[in-house]
């Protein structure tokens, strides 16, 4: 953890904290691309301090830059210098002009680092698990082994096989009861047509 601060700053609190509220708890690569395409002059200052920050967190702590953010920014208000300006019927107008101390406090991001070690955990972890798969597919290689691997543990193979020979006795019934009916309506039609001829 390593801070910086800027004090008696020639500019009022509130010009400084709308920067501010901004970077709060950013990364310092994002903060300080944030403070670069800021219009204000306010940003310019905020940017000097937090290099300032990052510097004394590389050199007096030893902390590697890549993996700092911004714990703690805050403004405190520091002396006002009271000035005066000449108005009409002789009266004197006071100006109040404020200063300020700029606090930024850096530390490293230990949520990124936890998130890079859960994921190399996760990685070896599944490493290990292919592992032990091909040592078990290696020693206990069997018939029943072999049909899982090419059809899956739920597989309904046989019952598919069972449906589909269903289908075909069924299929075969329907053309046999088809054959029948077509003969016995030539036979119906002959009876008719043997009877007209006696009738004649």
């Known amino acids: 953890m390593a801070k910086a601060i800027a004090k008696n700053i020639r500019m009022s609190p ?24 800021m219009p204000y002059a306010a940003a310019r200052v905020v940017e000097k301090v937090l290099k300032s920050a990052i510097a004394n967190a590389k050199e007096n702590e ?20 009271k000035r005066w300006r000449a108005m009409s019927r002789g009266r004197g107008f006071p100006i109040l002009k404020k200063t300020s101390h700029v606090t930024i406090e850096v530390s490293p991001d230990l949520t990124g680092i936890q998130k890079s070690t859960h994921k ?5 972890q599944v490493k290990l698990k292919d592992k032990k798969h ?11 082994h072999e049909h899982e691997h090419e059809h899956g543990p739920g597989c309904n193979h046989e019952h598919e ?8 006795t069924i299929a075969k019934e ?20 043997k009877k007209e001829k006696e009738g004649e």
């Open 14 to 37: 509130r010009k400084l904290r709308r920067v501010v509220d901004v970077i709060r708890g950013k990364h310092t690569n994002d903060a300080q691309v944030v403070l670069k395409f």
């Open 62 to 81: 030893n902390l590697n830059i890549e993996d700092l953010k911004i714990s703690k920014v805050f403004i405190d208000q520091s002396t006002t210098l």
């Open 120 to 124: 190399n955990k996760k990685n070896t």
């Open 134 to 144: 091909d040592h078990k597919h290696d020693h206990e290689h069997d018939h029943s």
């Open 161 to 168: 096989e069972e449906k589909s020979g269903a289908k075909k």
């Open 174 to 193: 329907n053309k046999e009861k088809t054959k029948k009916t077509k003969e016995k309506s030539k036979e119906v039609k002959g009876s008719k047509a």
